[in-house]
């Protein structure tokens, strides 16, 4: 699955973006990992709107694609230049 959210806090935009797998255990249950991008930017977002939002893609990976193209945060963050931080993780959920 990916992810698409952002969030407000303090005077920053946290901007993430993850792609989320399952590994199947011996044992025959599930560990989830994780593999992600954080960006922290002034917070440049248009004020209207919720305070953060959670976009999962589910299985229609086009559809999910859509809607981030489309979200106002997401052209937002692509309009600018002032990023103040790039963090990359990785690791179990």
């Given at each position: 699955?990916?992810?698409?959210?952002?969030?407000?806090?303090?005077d920053?935009?946290?901007?993430?973006?993850?792609?989320q797998?399952?590994?199947?255990?011996?044992?025959?249950?599930?560990?989830?990992?994780?593999v992600?991008?954080?960006?922290?930017?002034?917070?440049?977002?248009?004020?209207?709107?919720?305070?953060?939002?959670?976009?999962?893609?589910?299985?229609?990976?086009?559809?999910?694609?859509?809607?981030?193209?489309?979200?106002?945060?997401?052209?937002?963050?692509m309009?600018?230049?002032?990023?103040?931080?790039?963090?990359?993780t990785?690791?179990?959920?």
């Amino acid at each position: 699955m990916l992810l698409f959210e952002w969030g407000r806090y303090d005077d920053e935009l946290h901007v993430q973006f993850v792609r989320q797998f399952g590994l199947e255990e011996e044992e025959g249950g599930v560990t989830y990992e994780q593999v992600g991008c954080s960006l922290v930017l002034a917070d440049v977002a248009p004020r209207e709107g919720p305070p953060f939002e959670v976009l999962w893609s589910g299985e229609d990976l086009a559809r999910w694609f859509q809607e981030v193209e489309q979200n106002a945060v997401f052209n937002a963050v692509m309009a600018i230049s002032g990023l103040t931080e790039v963090v990359v993780t990785a690791g179990p959920v």
